[in-house]
């Protein structure tokens, strides 16, 4: 009763009433949803559930239809559908104008993305037009007792993680990178409400026009999100040509070879190998971490993997305290050893 008196409390109820509902952003390119899409259904029926309201799919393109589908199979009680040919290949001005669009009329609460280029690119476009916050990169989200999404990210380089409400302001936007979230179980033959909606756009209105879209061949070459084996060098290994035992190692397991930012720095490494807070956020089975001391921005990309292996010759570096197995020594000695050990196998 004492809340119920205070102004400030009163006025900010005002302002977030009439907003309901989680959604998530549905990413495609060519019809193909991106992965992260369906790890935010997960999070977020999660919080549909905390807050008592639906988990709705946004999907957007040119006969992407059977993405809503895809959505109610993995979890979404409803999909806002816009299909039309304008929004085929993705260009901000036309998905800017379609998701404030939705937004202004059926207000969710909560609006997630995947932090990929195009999830980036949006959000930031998104909340600026739609006035309210935006917090990028969150690896926790959650609900608090006043149905504010709390927010978590690291902050001031990964020194604190920082838990980043919106008060006051709706709807509340977060985007999350891939591999952040685990992957929900899909249930085919769950269904949901599609509810199609038209933007009153054309082709005329948009100043960009897409040409051509040629596929960057070396991108996508390794993926080290989505690899299920992982391992990872750092300053450790010293040289670029001693990285060949750490790919002989990755060969053996069916796996790949990351890095740590010193490792990429140097040159040792290409940029999308990097592994932490500046690179990729990873969740393998096996994360075997080779020469690398586990500084606080290495650990957020890489300490949800299933099992984690640590070869260092300190036995007090910070990765120990990360992983199940910690093995002290030269990794000059010990990885040859693995790779031996895995031949007789
Ligand atoms: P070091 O810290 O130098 O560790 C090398 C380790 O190798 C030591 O523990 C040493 O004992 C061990 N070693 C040496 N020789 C051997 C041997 N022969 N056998 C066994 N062990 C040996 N870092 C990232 O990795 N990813 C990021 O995304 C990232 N983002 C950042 C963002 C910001 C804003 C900042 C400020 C920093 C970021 N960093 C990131 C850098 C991070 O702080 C560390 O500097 C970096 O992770 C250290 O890399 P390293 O562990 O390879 O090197």
Same mark, same amino acid.
């Not at 989680?22 to 019809?31: L, S």
């Not at 999660?46 to 059977?66: N, S």
């Not at 916050?133 to 959650?142: F, I, P, S, V, Y």
């Given at each position: 009763a004492e809340e119920d008196a205070d102004p400030e409390e009163l006025a900010r109820r005002e302002l977030v009433a009439g907003y309901r509902g989680?959604?998530?952003?549905?990413?495609?390119?060519?019809?193909e949803a991106a992965r992260v899409s369906w790890e935010l259904m997960g999070?977020?029926?999660?919080?549909?559930?905390? @807050? &008592?309201?639906?988990?709705?799919?946004?999907? =957007?393109?040119?006969?992407?239809?059977?993405?809503c589908r895809e959505a109610f199979s993995y979890g979404a009680d409803k999909?806002? @559908? =816009?299909?039309?040919?304008v929004l085929k290949h993705y260009r901000t001005y036309p998905y800017l104008d379609a998701l404030c669009h939705l937004i202004d009329k059926f207000k969710p609460e909560i609006v997630l993305m995947g932090a990929t280029g195009m999830g980036r690119d949006l959000a930031g476009a998104v909340a600026t037009r739609v006035?309210?916050? @935006?917090?990028?990169?969150?690896? &926790? @989200?959650?609900?608090?007792?006043?149905r504010n999404l709390m927010q978590t990210r690291p902050a001031f380089g990964g020194n604190i993680m920082a838990t980043i409400m919106c008060d006051r302001f709706r709807p509340q936007m977060a985007t999350v990178r891939s591999h952040v979230m685990p992957m929900p179980a899909q249930m085919p033959g769950c269904t949901g409400k599609i509810v199609p909606v038209s933007l009153p756009i054309s082709e005329a209105d948009i100043f960009t026009k897409v040409l051509q879209v040629i596929r960057d061949k070396k991108a996508?070459?390794?993926?080290?999100?989505?690899?299920?084996?992982?391992?990872?060098?750092?300053?450790? =290994? =010293?040289?670029?040509e001693n990285f060949a035992i750490l790919q002989e190692l990755a060969d053996e397991l069916g796996g790949v070879v990351g890095a740590s930012r010193s490792a990429v720095d140097a040159g040792w490494m290409p940029g999308d190998r990097q592994v932490g807070q500046t690179g990729k956020t990873v969740r393998p089975k096996i994360y075997i971490a080779c020469g690398i001391s586990g500084a606080i921005q290495h650990l957020v990309g890489m300490q949800d993997s299933d099992l984690i292996v640590a070869i260092n010759r300190?036995?007090?570096?910070?990765?120990?305290?990360?992983a199940n197995y910690g093995i002290v020594g030269d990794l000059f000695d010990v990885v040859p050893a693995l790779i031996a050990a895995l031949r007789e196998m």
């Open positions: 989680v959604w998530v952003f549905v990413e495609q390119t060519e019809g999070k977020g029926k999660e919080l549909a559930a905390k @807050l &008592g309201v639906e988990l709705c799919a946004v999907v =957007m393109g040119d006969q992407v239809g059977h993405l999909a806002y @559908l =816009m299909d039309q040919l006035k309210t916050g @935006l917090t990028a990169d969150c690896t &926790g @989200l959650d609900i608090d007792a006043k996508g070459d390794v993926d080290i999100a989505g690899a299920e084996f992982i391992v990872s060098g750092g300053r450790g =290994m =010293m040289a670029k300190d036995k007090e570096a910070p990765i120990f305290e990360v």
